[in-house]
Every structure is written in structure tokens, then in C-alpha cells.
């Protein structure tokens, strides 16, 4: 999997975006086995402190899991599918450009969800 990832993974951020999308889009399902930071860091030529810090970043968003002396594994998804979380991400940005805050997007949610369902 790593030899596939290339160069083009700049640091911490590019490793979070990376496995981020590679988990969004499933492929790479709940259970599968993440590589080892040592061996992540070679592969891209990065220290292991840049990959740790990527795989704590994966880990606080919930999309992996670290256990000290065992692989990290991609966390077992069981609500909110990858199309649910991509519509939140996308809702959430909208919003932020539009100024409004946390209250208000709960606000519009909660008349919308009262709704008939569009078709789509």
C-alpha cells in the first residue's frame, strides 16, 4: 500500500489527507491494518514523529485506532456511512464561509429534517 503513495505526501498533513480519503472513500475498510510508523516514515522519507503525529491526528477525528504494542487499525464505522460524513464536511465548510456558527447550522438541520425528503 505505502509504495503507491508516492512522493507527492508532504508531511504530517499530506498523511492525514491521504489515509483520511483512502478511509472516506472504503478503501480501506474498518479493521484493516495501517502501516507501521517506522515503516511509513521510511517509505516516504519523512522522521517517525511526522507519521506518529498523522496517525494521532487520524486517531482524534476517529478514524483509526492505536493500541502501544499492536498495529493501528482503521476504527470500525458502524454509524454516520462515508456519504453522511462527506455531506456534513461539505455542510460545515459552506457554512463557515457564510459566517454563520455552530446554533445556526443546528437550527437549519432541525427545520429541514421536519421536511419531506427531496428526490433526488
Known amino acids: ?12 498533513t499530506g498523511i492525514v489527507a491521504h ?4 478511509i472516506r ?4 475498510p474498518g479493521g ?11 517509505d516516504l522519507g519523512v522522521a517517525p514523529g511526522t ?6 491526528e487520524l486517531e482524534s477525528q476517529g478514524l483509526i485506532v492505536t493500541s502501544p504494542g499492536r498495529p493501528s487499525r482503521v476504527a470500525e464505522r458502524e ?5 453522511v460524513l ?8 459552506a457554512a463557515r464561509r457564510q459566517g454563520l456558527n455552530r446554533s445556526e447550522v443546528q437550527d437549519v ?3 429541514m429534517w421536519d421536511l419531506p425528503e427531496p428526490e433526488l
Not at 1 to 12: E, L
Open 25 to 28: 472513500a472504503g478503501e480501506l
Open 51 to 56: 507519521v506518529r503525529r498523522a496517525y494521532g
Open 1 to 12: 500500500m505505502t509504495s503507491a503513495m508516492g512522493s507527492d505526501i508532504d508531511g504530517s
Open 79 to 83: 454509524q454516520a456511512p462515508c456519504e
Open 109 to 111: 438541520i432541525g427545520a
Open 32 to 42: 484493516a491494518e495501517m502501516p507501521s510508523i517506522r515503516g511509513l516514515a521510511g
Open 86 to 93: 462527506a455531506a456534513v464536511q461539505v455542510l460545515v465548510s
Open 19 to 22: 489515509f483520511t480519503g483512502l
